[in-house]
Each structure stands twice: as C-alpha cells, then as structure tokens.
C-alpha cells in the first residue's frame, strides 16, 4: 500500500514537473544572418514547439512550423548567403588570419543592431505583458540577444553552430585545452608540435581578449541604448545555464567537458526526404556512382575562378562518375556527365547510396552530414572553421584537401581518384559515421532533454562550475607557483647564506694564524 502510494506520488511529481516544462514560453534570439547556422537550430525549436512549449524566434528566417511565433528581421540588414566570392589570393589560416576572421565577426555583429527598428520586434519589446521563462540564443559574434534574458529576468540557453569558440568556453570555466584542441581559427589539427601549440595558445586567448575589448562593449552599449538595460556583459554571460555545441567527440577529438558544455552535433539531422525526380533519375542512373560538389550557402560557386573552373571540368571529363554541382551560372561547355543546380537539397543527396565523394569547403554542417551518411570527402577550405573541421576528419582517413589557392589539376584528379578507387576511405567513413551515431539519446533529444532540464530548475545554476568568474591568475594556479616559485628561492637563499657562513667560518679558522698556533 505504502509502496503503491510512493508511486502515485512520484508519477504525480514527474507529470507534474514535465508540465511545467511543456507549459513554458520560450524566446529564441537569432539575428546573425548565416542560413547554415540556422539550419542547425530550427529542428531543434520545432521541437520544442512539438513538446508544447509556447516559442517566439527573432530571425532572419521563417520557421516554417504552425506552432512558432516567427518575429522576422529579415530585410533590416544585409544578407550574405550564396553573395560571398571566392577569394583571389591565398586565404590564410592561423595567427594572422585571426585578426582578419574577428575584424569580419565584429562587422557582422554590428549589422545586426538593426533589428531594433524593425516593428514586430518593437511590439514585443512595448508590451508590457510580455514574459518568457526562457531565452534561446546563438552564442557568436555578439551578445545582443543576453539583453532579451536581461530584460525579461529569464534563464537562457547558448547555441553554437560550430566548434566551441574560446569566448563561449570562458564563459563556462570550460578549459582552453590548447595542448591538443585546435581552436577554430588556428586551422590545426589535434596533434601539434611546440610551434602549432604556441600559435595555438596565442589565438585562443588573444582572440577572448579581443572580444572582450571590441564585440562585448559593443553589445553591451545596444542593449543599453535600445533595451533600456544596464548590466555587465562580464558577469550577466556568465549566468548562462547551459551551452549546446554543434559538435561531436567522434570527429572532433575527445577532451573533458564541464557539464554545462553538451556535444549535440547532428541534432539538425532527419530522415532524408524524396529528392527531385530530376536528381533522383541522375543519381540512380549512375552506373559509377555519383560526386556531389557544392561549397556551402554563402560562397557563390559562379564566383569560382575560371581558371580553376576548367581544371575542374578537365577532370570530371575524365571520370565515369556523374557530378552533380552546385552553381548558379552556366556552363557552355559543361561536359554530359555533369548536373548544375542553383540550389540542392544537399542532406537528402548525400544519404543517397549512390553518392561516392563530397568535394566541399568543410562547413561543418555538411560535413556533419557527410559523417553521418559515410561519405568521404575532398575539402577546399576557405576561411573561418573549415580548415579546422576538414583537417579533424583527415586524421580520421576518411577525408582528403587541397589548398584552394594552390590548386592544380593534376592534384585534383590524384586525389579524387584516389579516394574513389582505394576502398579504405569508403571503409573509414563508415567507421566514423558508426560511432557518430552510436549515442545512448539522439543529438536533438539530448538538447531537448537538458532544455527541458533547465527550464524545470529554474536556471540550473547547480550546472555551473566554480571556474566561472575566477580571475585567470587564481583559475592557471599562477598565485599558487608565485608562491610556491617565492618560497623555494627563499629556501634555497637561507641554504645559500647557512652554507657560506659555515664555509666562511672554516675559511678563517683555516686562514687564521692564531688559531693555527692554538691547535700546535
């Protein structure tokens, strides 16, 4: 009976506890205008929406979703998808590179202090009614959406849609790690020598700093200005619950995580739907199997130099694989086997089995796809993370790259041959999407879940570490070896002056005629 009782009760708590949990009203904050970012977090906000939950977002883009409250910005700013060219001299990864990379971030954030001014997100920031228990935000170039948490005094959960940045990892007392984990604009692997390891180092923590003095001031001042509040980025950041990180262990190397950091790479993934008929006939009459070339939503393959167009086209003449390109433009002398396409639908392509190489630029979000499917590829890096994300599936065998700049055409047909005929990288892709895939709760359950979790308590400040505010002198132990490097010299100074003194002391018994006359 007592037994029967305790299980009601317990059945009544977690009902209850799931219900307050599916009653929440949800703000989810996305003004960066990056539509593979968003990618990443739409299936995770209709899900959330599924469960019950009551969610407005604030985005460039529509989220095609029933029970969504979409307040859209899109127009209030300029937008760089598919309008950004390919470079024409070389584009650099590394030390130097980071200052070009935070310059861009920092441009990119200011652009969207626009969104202010745009009605639907003035009649929410007006009405006095309004109320969140949540706030949802990308945590990247700026921190503008924290003010929406500030105004409305509610918990908030960060997203990432790439490699943890060293500015979010600060904020969660999450170690830099810099010994073995490349950071996003280093464009190294995990095992670096004692020159990568410095580089390493210099842009991981430089990199904090100069968020710290351009984009967090920044933020601070518009949320200030267009919100009515007052706060401290330093501190009110560090308030955040939990951070959800596009990423995964299997590809991206195993390093120790505070609980508040949680891997959920590939929690965009779902089922591949019906392809075009069009691509679906061209892929299945491929008697060779298929290549899917496409270089990401902001790089505009038209842009692609002419020169290294042809090189390209030379090759795949060559070939009895069929390719299927993303591009815009036209090709006068696009050779039979190969399919231009303005837009494709790039998850659904590669879970075709048929599909036998991905040439990309090592955009995380489809090389997450690329993993999940087993399908090798063949990268061209171009800036920001891509380097990074490609060279970290090369040291799993199952990718190859070249230097974009570099490019001739003789290493484009070694290698895209290579990987198509030797059988080992088919056989590593497949090893790595296996453990990618082999989790205990799917990616968007588990984001989900601990979503859920914070909502249910309250904040779930019990997740945050005790790093969190700690002056770097205090969490690097640098007070710790001050003292400890003060008293060994001290020591090592009363061990020098006791042995001179006795030395001394022999010396002049020795050199004393006195005492020599006494011991006579």
């Given at each position: 009976m007592v037994n029967a009782l305790a299980i009601t009760l317990f059945t009544v708590a977690a009902l209850a506890a799931h219900d307050r949990a599916s009653a929440a009203r949800i703000l989810g904050v996305f003004p960066h205008h990056g539509y593979s970012h968003h990618m990443v977090f739409l299936p995770y906000l209709r899900t959330l929406a599924?469960?019950?939950?009551?969610?407005?977002?604030?985005?460039?883009?529509?989220?095609s979703h029933p029970k969504i409250t979409d307040i859209g910005v899109e127009g209030s700013m300029p937008m760089s998808n598919n309008a950004v060219p390919f470079p024409e001299s070389d584009t650099a990864f590394g030390f130097s590179s980071m200052w070009r990379d935070m310059d861009i971030l920092y441009n990119l954030a200011k652009s969207t202090?626009?969104?202010?001014?745009?009605?639907?997100?003035?009649?929410?920031?007006?009405?006095?009614?309004?109320?969140?228990?949540?706030?949802?935000?990308?945590?990247?170039?700026?921190?503008?959406?924290?003010?929406?948490?500030?105004?409305?005094?509610?918990?908030?959960?960060?997203?990432?849609?790439?490699?943890?940045?060293?500015?979010?990892?600060?904020?969660?007392?999450?170690?830099?790690?810099?010994?073995?984990?490349?950071?996003?604009?280093?464009?190294?692997?995990?095992?670096?020598?004692?020159?990568?390891?410095?580089?390493?180092?210099?842009?991981?923590?430089?990199?904090?700093?100069?968020?710290?003095?351009?984009?967090?001031?920044?933020?601070?001042?518009?949320?200030?200005?267009?919100?009515?509040?007052?706060?401290?980025?330093?501190?009110?950041?560090?308030?955040?619950?939990?951070?959800?990180?596009?990423?995964?262990?299997?590809?991206?190397?195993?390093?120790?995580?505070?609980?508040?950091?949680?891997?959920?790479?590939?929690?965009?993934?779902?089922?591949?739907?019906?392809?075009?008929?069009?691509?679906?006939?061209?892929?299945?009459?491929?008697?060779?199997?298929?290549?899917?070339?496409?270089?990401?939503?902001?790089?505009?393959?038209?842009?692609?130099?002419?020169?290294?167009?042809?090189?390209?086209l030379n090759v795949f003449k060559t070939i009895p694989q069929r390719v299927l390109w993303k591009w815009e433009g036209e090709f006068p002398d696009k050779p039979s086997n190969v399919m231009i396409r303005k837009w494709m639908p790039q998850r659904d392509i590669l879970a075709h089995p048929n599909v036998k190489l991905f040439i990309s630029h090592?955009?995380?979000?489809?090389?997450?796809?690329?993993?999940?499917?087993?399908?090798?590829?063949?990268?061209?890096?171009?800036?920001?993370?891509?380097?990074?994300?490609?060279?970290?599936?090369?040291?799993?065998?199952?990718?190859?790259?070249?230097?974009?700049?570099?490019?001739?055409?003789?290493?484009?047909?070694?290698?895209?041959?290579?990987?198509?005929?030797?059988?080992?990288?088919?056989?590593?892709?497949?090893?790595?999407?296996?453990?990618?895939?082999?989790?205990?709760?799917?990616?968007?359950?588990?984001?989900?879940?601990?979503?859920?979790?914070?909502?249910?308590?309250?904040?779930?400040?019990?997740?945050?570490?005790?790093?969190?505010?700690?002056?770097?002198?205090?969490?690097?132990?640098?007070?710790?070896?001050?003292?400890?490097?003060?008293?060994?010299?001290?020591?090592?100074?009363?061990?020098?002056?006791?042995?001179?003194?006795?030395?001394?002391?022999?010396?002049?018994?020795?050199?004393?005629?006195?005492?020599?006359?006494?011991?006579?």
């Amino acid at each position: 009976m007592v037994n029967a009782l305790a299980i009601t009760l317990f059945t009544v708590a977690a009902l209850a506890a799931h219900d307050r949990a599916s009653a929440a009203r949800i703000l989810g904050v996305f003004p960066h205008h990056g539509y593979s970012h968003h990618m990443v977090f739409l299936p995770y906000l209709r899900t959330l929406a599924d469960r019950g939950h009551d969610v407005h977002v604030i985005s460039n883009f529509g989220s095609s979703h029933p029970k969504i409250t979409d307040i859209g910005v899109e127009g209030s700013m300029p937008m760089s998808n598919n309008a950004v060219p390919f470079p024409e001299s070389d584009t650099a990864f590394g030390f130097s590179s980071m200052w070009r990379d935070m310059d861009i971030l920092y441009n990119l954030a200011k652009s969207t202090e626009s969104m202010f001014g745009v009605p639907a997100v003035k009649r929410l920031l007006d009405d006095p009614d309004a109320a969140f228990d949540l706030v949802i935000a990308e945590h990247f170039n700026s921190e503008l959406p924290l003010g929406f948490a500030a105004k409305y005094r509610a918990p908030f959960v960060l997203l990432s849609s790439c490699p943890l940045i060293p500015w979010s990892m600060d904020l969660f007392g999450q170690p830099q790690q810099t010994a073995y984990r490349p950071s996003v604009f280093s464009g190294l692997s995990e095992r670096m020598d004692f020159v990568q390891r410095l580089i390493n180092t210099l842009i991981s923590h430089v990199s904090i700093v100069m968020f710290r003095t351009t984009n967090r001031p920044w933020s601070q001042h518009v949320i200030k200005k267009h919100l009515g509040v007052d706060i401290s980025l330093d501190e009110f950041a560090s308030n955040a619950s939990l951070i959800l990180v596009n990423t995964h262990w299997s590809i991206n190397g195993v390093s120790p995580t505070v609980p508040a950091v949680l891997e959920v790479g590939g929690m965009h993934m779902k089922p591949p739907a019906d392809l075009p008929k069009d691509i679906q006939q061209f892929i299945d009459e491929a008697e060779h199997g298929v290549i899917y070339f496409c270089m990401g939503s902001l790089l505009r393959g038209e842009t692609f130099s002419i020169e290294k167009r042809q090189m390209f086209l030379n090759v795949f003449k060559t070939i009895p694989q069929r390719v299927l390109w993303k591009w815009e433009g036209e090709f006068p002398d696009k050779p039979s086997n190969v399919m231009i396409r303005k837009w494709m639908p790039q998850r659904d392509i590669l879970a075709h089995p048929n599909v036998k190489l991905f040439i990309s630029h090592g955009g995380l979000l489809g090389t997450t796809e690329a993993v999940y499917e087993g399908v090798p590829i063949l990268s061209m890096p171009i800036f920001g993370d891509q380097m990074t994300n490609i060279k970290a599936v090369v040291d799993k065998g199952s990718a190859e790259m070249m230097y974009y700049y570099n490019l001739n055409e003789d290493e484009i047909s070694t290698k895209l041959k290579l990987m198509l005929t030797n059988p080992i990288y088919k056989q590593k892709a497949k090893e790595l999407s296996d453990a990618f895939r082999d989790r205990p709760m799917s990616p968007l359950e588990t984001a989900v879940y601990w979503t859920e979790y914070v909502i249910r308590h309250k904040g779930a400040p019990h997740l945050r570490s005790a790093a969190v505010g700690m002056p770097w002198y205090q969490y690097y132990l640098i007070d710790i070896l001050f003292v400890i490097l003060l008293s060994v010299i001290v020591m090592f100074g009363l061990l020098y002056c006791l042995i001179f003194k006795v030395l001394l002391r022999v010396l002049r018994r020795l050199t004393n005629p006195k005492t020599k006359d006494k011991q006579t």
